[in-house]
């Protein structure tokens, strides 16, 4: 919570989603950046989701989690006498992907009305196009876990299972109504697949939603050689 936030008036908050593979991590890990976020005036919600593997979780579940979440921030700012009536997502990697499946899956529609969202590296989609045997996980086993359904190889085959995966790919539930985005991404990125930024960014244009993109290695770069940088 930030100091001296008037009770009059209302209140932002900002949902913080930690990454770590859908696997691993704790909310734990972005402490400095929630009190970063505290120090400019933000109440600032981080949460914890149950990972892949366990009782049947999935990026459906680890969503409705954090609708859980939100519900329980809102609720709880009101016993403290804040009337919270906006908020933003944000995360990083695995994080990324959910703070972007909550803000384009309920964004009007939240409990506290979800403004924008702003993420780095999050996965876009889940498709083995994209991943193709990522992990060392076969594309029905991968797709399993992701959707939280049983799909087969033959689904997969097919193409069957692709309504299932659109179902939690971030690009693919963008509408014309999304919440404005902001995003970056390392062209040179071990873990997530430089090329799902383009799926999301394109979508994001398609459907004509505002949105910031910037490139992370770019950036970093030209700040450490101390030179002026414009992201696009």
Known sequence: MPTGLDKSEPQSLILDIHGGGFTSGDKSDDVVLCQYYASKGFIVVAMNYTYLGVDGASLNSMTE????CVEAAKKQCASMG???????????????????LYAY??????PIPV??????????????????NASNADPARAASLF?????????????????????ISPAAIVTQDSAPTLCAYGPKDKIVPPKLKFL?????????VPYD???LLRVFLLRALSLPTRCD
């Open 82 to 100: 804040y009337d919270v009536t906006e908020m933003a997502t944000t995360g990083g990697s695995a994080g990324g992907a959910l703070a972007m």
């Open 213 to 215: 993109y910037s490139e």
């Open 105 to 110: 899956r309920y964004g009007s529609e939240s």
């Open 200 to 208: 999301l960014l394109n979508s994001l244009k398609k459907n004509r």
């Open 115 to 132: 403004k924008f969202v702003f993420q780095q590296t999050g996965p876009a989609a889940f498709g083995k196009d994209f991943w193709g």
């Open 147 to 167: 959707t939280g359904k049983n799909i087969t190889p033959e689904m997969v085959e097919s193409g069957e299972y692709q309504k299932s995966i659109d179902e």
């Open 65 to 68: 989690e954090a609708l859980q």
